[in-house]
């Protein structure tokens, strides 16, 4: 997806946030992923509206009309986030999607200060648009606030250095190190993984490497094993993130799963402290 007009699109900000990075936190969700991950938690982040109107008629409060030229359109005075229009599209996308400047998006940040630790962007998939991410950042540094980028792991940061030295650090989300398992579980490539582990590793960028969890979808056991194999001690103390899957928001063939046993969580847990890692956190 590219940036049009100096502009990108925002999915929507969540002002004071406590679980996208350390500290109070304004996130900031792009639209659009190159993954179409099956158990992602948010799908109407990954793709852009493809205006069908599906969404139209059944609005409680007709925030959402059809324009001339055949556009959705949304109303965001009228709308009162029932989130229908979300779950009725068979596409995984939103109509309520503004195209905003990273002026604008630090407007909205600016009013939060000085509640706010730093800004996290995610998606969707931000690093789709590093020309934003980079403005977005240069204002917020202004400002001292830190910037985290919320990352799938997929694009090669080696060719975003400037952004990659402006931004504090990176949460990686590693999915998985088998690659059929990985095209299997999001319908992309990881050949791009361990460049970029080794990558901001060597610049001392990652805040965290986090794992969802999910027997025989996941290799997890897999991750684990390899991730020190790949960037070295350095692994022993980056926080380690193991995510308990739950299928709320999950769409398609695993939306009826149910979530890993404590028991296999744990097991997760002492395989990785056993190899050395420091900080390992179940969640």
Sequence with gaps: MKEKNNTTPINKIIPLSMVDGPGNRTAIFLQKCNLVCAYCHNPETQNMCNHCGICVEGCPTAALTISDENKVLWNEDLCISCD???????????????????????????????????ITVSGGECTLYPK??????????????????????????????????????????????????????????????????????????????????????????????????????????????????RKFGVRGRLSNYSSPSEEYMEKLKNQAIDKGYKNVIII
């Design 132 to 245: 934003f991410l980079t403005e977005l950042f240069e204002l917020a540094k202004k400002e001292r606030l830190t910037c985290l980028i919320d990352f799938n792991g997929t694009i090669d940061l080696t060719l975003f250095d400037e952004l990659i030295t402006i931004c504090d650090g990176v949460m990686i989300d590693v999915k998985s190190w088998d690659k059929e398992l990985f095209r299997e579980l999001t319908g992309g490539s990881n050949i791009n993984i361990i460049k970029n582990l080794k990558y901001l590793a060597e610049k001392d960028k990652i805040e965290e490497i986090r794992i969802v969890c999910l027997e025989n979808e996941v290799d997890a056991e897999n991750i684990i094993d390899n991730l020190d194999k790949t960037i070295g001690e350095k692994a022993y103390k980056i926080k380690l993130k193991l995510i308990k899957f």
């Design 84 to 118: 229908r229009c979300i779950k009725v599209c068979p596409y995984n996308a939103s109509p309520k999607i503004k195209n905003m400047t990273a002026e604008e998006v630090f407007d909205e940040v600016k009013k939060n200060i000085p509640f706010i630790r730093g």
